[in-house]
């Protein structure tokens, strides 16, 4: 019988606590891009000294430990009820609060008191998908406030930024988006971005993207391009981490586009801190 509590409370534990080995190792060749002293070297420094701690006490990575989105997926002829799953969720969440790797971060938002054992419609968010595979994969992604207050949907064509239906308007988008954070929602980040889909899946959609390690490049070769050229060109706004001047204003880029309406033409951007919190784990069923 699989524990499934157990193991999804251990997900959290080492997502809250373990930064991915892709975004520190990334976070390190920033800071070696950066001159030694600078505010950009300092913070870079700081952010992997905070990392080692945080891994060797057990303890979170940032106080704020932001909303837990778990994505199930599944084998198509599984006996495993998505319920079920939602259910040994909520215990791996209040497991984890009270053991210190989630803080009480649920908030009933009409009242403004505290849920104090953040579990709540809708907390944690599940997901569910199902393929041609034999065992279960999870991956949890954690997402702070001060960076989802980042995220922002722009609506093609766009008159101010002088942005069409096209990859170059896409371009203006995400350029005008990096420049109005200015370091907000704890740069260095990362930008998710779906082009296309309705206003509600787009967000879905870009939010998806952060689960990709920062070492791959989307198959479609166009937006590939696209996810190099705003990280180069970001770069070149000086913005630096956490807005205080420097080269690395984002670790990385990932980009997919979803069919649309004729009418509309959405570029919706999912912003994630430098502390992009996601792990996986595959649970073997036979």
């Not at 706004?237 to 080269?247: A, C, R, W």
């Amino acid at each position: 019988m699989i524990d499934w509590t157990a193991i999804l409370t251990e997900l959290i534990r080492r997502a809250s606590c373990d930064l991915p080995a892709d975004v520190e190792e990334r976070i390190r060749q920033c800071r070696a891009s950066e001159t030694e002293g600078s505010p950009a070297a300092i913070i870079c420094s700081t952010i992997l000294e905070n990392s080692a701690l945080a891994r060797a006490a057990d303890t979170p990575i940032c106080q704020d430990t932001g909303t837990l989105s778990l994505y199930f997926d599944l084998p198509f002829h599984t006996t495993l009820s998505p319920l079920s799953l939602q259910s040994a969720a909520n215990e791996a969440v209040r497991s984890a609060t009270a053991n210190g790797w989630l803080r009480r971060n649920t908030i009933e938002s009409i009242s403004g008191t505290s849920i104090d054992d953040n579990i709540a419609p809708g907390s944690p968010d599940c997901h569910f998908d199902f393929s041609d595979r034999s065992d279960a994969q999870v991956t949890l992604l954690m997402k702070g406030g001060g960076c989802e207050n980042m995220s922002s949907q722009y609506s093609l064509p766009d008159r101010e930024l002088k942005a069409g239906r096209d990859l170059n308007g896409v371009r203006k988008c995400l350029l005008h988006a990096i420049w109005q954070v200015q370091g907000q929602g704890c740069a260095p980040g990362i930008l998710g971005v779906c082009i296309g889909a309705d206003r509600a899946n787009g967000y879905a959609q870009a939010k998806r993207q952060l689960l990709r390690p920062l070492t791959d490049s989307s198959p479609d070769l166009r937006l590939a391009e696209l996810e190099d050229q705003i990280l180069a060109e970001s770069a070149t706004l000086g913005i630096g981490p956490m807005g205080m001047g420097g080269k690395t204003t984002l670790l990385g880029v990932k980009i997919t586009a979803a069919p649309r309406l004729p009418a509309s033409y959405f570029v919706t951007i999912a912003y994630m801190c430098w502390a992009c919190r996601r792990h996986t784990i595959t649970v073997p069923l036979a």
